[in-house]
């Protein structure tokens, strides 16, 4: 156990290292470039990492559950066959977003919405420029957690991505204040790749130790790729489609509030991250090994150490949220009813515990399919119905309302159709 939280506090810290990098570099964009450019910004982001997973067609969604049963089963043929399956379809998909980069950037009256060029042309270049290096970090920082190294799968992401980012950005306030969005946009497919490369050799280094000729299980991961595309946008991008949503209706003053509010959503709920990260894996291999009663006490430690770190971390930006916020400029100073509609859901999720992860090693997409389709519905209704009275935090309400309702019916599933009450109140499995 004391080898676990030893792990487990360097990942949170390498987390809260990288997180706050992110909330620096859109502090110095905010207060350097305003709120436009940190809307612009916080769209080519969220665009991005929509368009990575779609890029993977879901397989990153499973490849860590996947990962973790090969490895414990020692079938490394298969993992191979995993691995070289994620990379092509990254490979492929890069033909129709190249095509779409370039039609952006030689003739953008060919793209609707892009006939007056400038920004948002630089806009949906660096979107693709920038997508297929998020990929290629989401699948391997999957296979690397599913092999119980999680240090490797995070690192270069959580560290290397967002210090580089703060780095260009600081760069750009001091030597050349006052330039356009789109200066800030060329430095983020660099960040991208440069962490993609490095954990790419991590990956490398970790195949290496298991040498064996690939074997595919073709229609196993295809048949699984579709209902874990769907997980994965809605589930684990709900933030991005949200922020995406929010730019229909929304000012751009206010997506540059939203993102801003979503950072330390993010930053906050990163120690339930790391904790997922350490013991998802372990949750995984009882299930595949089919032992109920480690994947139980696993699930109880999981689900204290969670609830407990949540319930702290949303005290803590309840008194200085106001201080912080008001960093970022004027139009933030008044943010903290939205920041604190967001934080909620990590509070939410932890209590609940993983339901996802248990459904998911049971083979239960189908019911988590069908839950996240109807939270969508949910959400942007709200969020269109809501904006008028409310505002920005109009969004906020709508993504923890559907996020709520996600992790309640998938632990009311897991239940019902387990016998697993994963939640914090119950450590027993029936």
Request: aromatic share 10%; net charge positive.
């Amino acid at each position: 156990m004391l080898a676990i939280l030893t792990r487990l506090s360097v990942l949170t810290l390498a987390r809260l290292g990288g997180a706050g990098a992110v909330l620096l570099a859109t502090l110095v964009i905010a207060r350097s470039f305003g709120a436009d450019a940190t809307a612009a910004y916080a769209l080519v982001v969220s665009a991005s990492g929509v368009l990575a997973v779609l890029m993977l067609a879901g397989f990153q969604a499973f490849a860590q559950i996947l990962t973790a049963e090969y490895a414990a089963r020692e079938q490394d043929d298969r993992l191979h066959g995993l691995v070289q399956a994620g990379l092509r379809n990254v490979l492929v998909a890069c033909i129709p977003v190249a095509g779409i980069a370039f039609l952006a950037l030689l003739a953008p009256e060919a793209v609707p919405g892009l006939a007056e060029g400038g920004l948002h042309s630089q806009a949906v270049v660096a979107v693709c420029l920038t997508a297929p290096g998020v990929a290629l970090t989401l699948f391997n920082g999957a296979v690397l957690t599913g092999l119980q190294r999680p240090g490797e799968a995070q690192i270069a992401d959580s560290l290397g991505r967002p210090f580089l980012i703060l780095v260009f950005v600081l760069g750009l306030a001091l030597a050349m204040p006052g330039v356009s969005a789109g200066w800030i946009l060329a430095g983020i497919p660099v960040a991208v790749w440069s962490a993609a490369a490095v954990q790419g050799c991590f990956l490398f280094r970790a195949l290496r130790a298991r040498p064996a000729p690939a074997v595919r299980e073709t229609r196993r991961w295809w048949s699984m790729a579709p209902p874990w595309l769907t997980i994965s946008l809605i589930w684990e991008y709900v933030i991005e489609l949200h922020l995406l949503l929010a730019s229909l209706v929304a000012a751009p003053v206010e997506i540059a509030l939203l993102h801003v509010c979503f950072r330390f959503r993010v930053l906050a709920g990163f120690g339930v991250r790391s904790i997922y990260s350490v013991f998802q894996p372990k949750i995984l291999a009882a299930q595949a090994l089919d032992d109920r009663a480690a994947a139980t006490r696993l699930i109880a430690v999981t689900n204290g150490l969670s609830v407990g770190y949540a319930l702290a971390a949303f005290a803590g930006l309840w008194l200085v949220g106001p201080f912080f916020l008001s960093l970022f400029g004027p139009e933030f100073a008044d943010g903290l009813p939205l920041l604190l509609v967001l934080c909620g859901t990590f509070v939410v999720r932890a209590v609940f515990g993983p339901a996802l992860s248990v459904l998911s090693g049971a083979g239960r997409q189908r019911e988590i399919v069908a839950i996240l389709i109807l939270s969508l519905p949910l959400s942007a209704g709200l969020m269109f119905a809501l904006y008028p009275l409310f505002g920005i935090v109009a969004a906020g309400i709508a993504y923890t309302a559907s996020t709520g309702f996600a992790a309640g019916a998938m632990w009311w599933t897991a239940r019902r159709r387990l016998g697993v009450d994963c939640a914090v109140w119950s450590g027993r499995a029936g």
